[in-house]
């Protein structure tokens, strides 16, 4: 779909022709769910996949939320432990695309299980690929002009939705979005929020993503699109470069192409600047070249629940 940031941590490859197993396939991602279920409501009236997003681990080492890149020790002690063993593993789809883990973000308004299970149930959540970024995203028609200065959350409630909620379009204005994020305290800086929208037009299933928010660089005028802002890592010892992105990135973006006769998601990621990806910690720690079959580098992220607006 044009989107860069789609081959991240891809367990599978994609699909060769007539394959549908052990590949990743037309249906495999999310956001074609998502817009399948924008199909399904123009079909039969109701939208089975209106879901949130979370993000979560499949390891058996008694070691839940231990997802940091640098402290990798593997999804089974038997199997991928210690670094050597998973350096040298030969398994054709295995230890070398495996990855520390997702994790689930709640937004409640106190840690109580009726409050977090609320949460859930209203779809406030988010998945990380492991980093501890915030990220918050709340949507409406009437937002204040100057909410991305104030940060005024309950003001966010009262004139909008906020991620996982539903919307019924105007046909007086645009969409807005107020989106923020903040650095994960123990990881790299921000490099950009992104908002991906996904609607259903003459019964083709469409997309695209606007670049709304840079850390430490601008928007290109020409492409939308973010310009490098300069990161880099160091490849000798895997410090990251604190000197380039943003600790904290907020904005209020109104979507330039709104139609209120479509119905539409929106969801916001927020992209980390690079860092070492694990093998590549493995590697400098065993004293070893890094292997050629996984990257050296990742971009960790974090991805807000959607909000739907239905045409009017």
Known sequence: AGDEECGYEQFFPECEEEGQTSCIYPTSMMRDGLQIGLALEDQIGINPLKVGLI??????????GDTEEWDYRGATTFASSPAKRRYESTRLVGTQYNNPGGLAAIWAPENTREALFDAMKRKEVYATSGTRIK??????FNLPEDIA???DIAAAYTHGVPMGGSLVASKDNSLSLFVWAVKDPDN????????IKGWIEQGQRQ???YDVACGG?????VTGKCLANGATVNMTDCRWDNSAGAAELMTLWTDPDFSADEDAFYYVRAIQNPTCRWSTYDSLRLGKSPRDDAPLISKEMAWGSPIWVNAK
């Not at 993000?55 to 839940?64: F, L, Q, R, V």
């Not at 990220?135 to 409406?140: D, I, K, Y």
């Not at 790299?188 to 908002?195: C, E, G, R």
């Open 207 to 209: 997309e695209v993503v």
């Open 55 to 64: 993000g979560s681990t499949d390891t058996h080492n008694s070691n839940p």
């Open 149 to 151: 200065v104030t940060a």
């Open 188 to 195: 790299a800086p921000l490099a950009k929020i992104q908002v």
């Open 217 to 221: 660089s601008d928007l290109d005028p």
């Open 135 to 140: 990220l918050r995203s709340f949507g409406g």
